[in-house]
C-alpha cells in the first residue's frame, strides 16, 4: 500500500506546486524548500521529492547542486530564443494534430475560445488560451514534440503573463482574431495556412514581448 500512497501524494504535490508556477504564485527565482512545501501541503519528504523530479522534467524548476530547487529566471536573450524555438516546432505540432482532430476535439477547440472571448480575468486568460493551443496540438501523436512543446510553454509562462499584464485587455482582440484564423485553417484542413498563421501569432508575442526590456532578469 506505501507505494501507490507515495505516488499519489506526489502528484498531488506535484500539481500543486504547478499551478501555483504557472498562476505566478511563485514567481521566477523562488527557491522551493522542500521542508516547507512538505508542512505546507501536508505531506512527507518523500513525495516532494518526487513531486519536484517530475516539475523538473516539465522544464518548470531547475536543480542546483548543492543549493536546491527553485523555479528558473530567464534574460531576454533565452526568452526570445526560447519563443523562436516554439515558431518552429508549434507550428509541425499543429499540422501533425491537424488530421487527426475529431469532432470531439474541434467543439473543444472552439469552446476554449468562446470562453477567450468571453473572460476578462488575466489568470482565466493565460489558463484558457494555454489550453486552447495545447488542444490543437493533441493529436499530435508524436510524444518527443509534444513534450517539447509544453516544456517551451512552461519555461516562458511567466514571461507572457508579465507581458499581457503590460498590454491589458484592450490588445486581446489581435489574440482572438489570430485564434479564429487558426480555427478557420484547421476547418479547412489547410495546414499550409494553419502554420503560417500560427507562426504570425507567436511571432508577434515574441516582438512585442522582447521589445520591453524591463521584463526580464537582465533589465
Do not use: K
Amino acid at each position: 500500500m506505501t507505494q501507490p500512497t507515495t505516488e499519489a501524494a506526489s502528484v498531488r504535490v506535484a500539481a500543486s506546486l504547478r499551478t501555483e508556477i504557472l498562476d505566478g504564485v511563485i514567481e521566477p527565482g523562488t527557491w522551493i524548500r522542500q521542508e516547507e512545501v512538505a508542512e505546507r501541503l501536508g505531506a512527507s519528504r518523500l513525495p516532494v521529492r518526487e513531486a519536484l523530479r517530475i516539475l523538473t522534467a516539465e522544464g518548470l524548476i531547475t536543480v542546483e547542486p548543492n543549493r536546491g530547487a527553485r523555479v528558473p529566471v530567464l534574460d531576454r536573450r533565452e526568452v526570445e530564443v526560447l519563443y523562436r524555438m516554439r515558431e518552429r516546432l508549434e507550428p509541425l505540432a499543429l499540422v501533425e494534430s491537424m488530421p487527426n482532430l475529431g469532432a470531439v476535439d474541434f467543439d473543444r477547440i472552439r469552446d476554449l475560445q468562446q470562453q477567450i472571448e468571453a473572460i476578462d480575468d488575466l489568470r482565466d486568460f493565460l489558463a484558457l488560451d494555454r489550453a486552447f493551443h495545447l488542444a490543437t496540438y493533441s493529436a499530435c501523436g508524436i510524444d518527443h514534440l509534444q513534450d517539447t512543446v509544453v516544456r517551451l510553454w512552461n519555461a516562458t509562462q511567466h514571461y507572457r503573463r508579465a507581458f499581457m499584464e503590460l498590454a491589458g485587455p484592450q490588445r486581446r482582440w489581435v489574440v482572438n482574431a489570430e485564434h479564429s484564423l487558426i480555427i478557420d485553417a484547421l476547418d479547412r484542413q489547410d495546414g499550409q495556412d494553419a502554420e503560417r498563421y500560427l507562426v504570425g501569432h507567436i511571432r508577434r508575442t515574441r516582438r512585442e514581448l522582447i521589445a520591453h526590456p524591463e521584463l526580464f532578469s537582465d533589465a
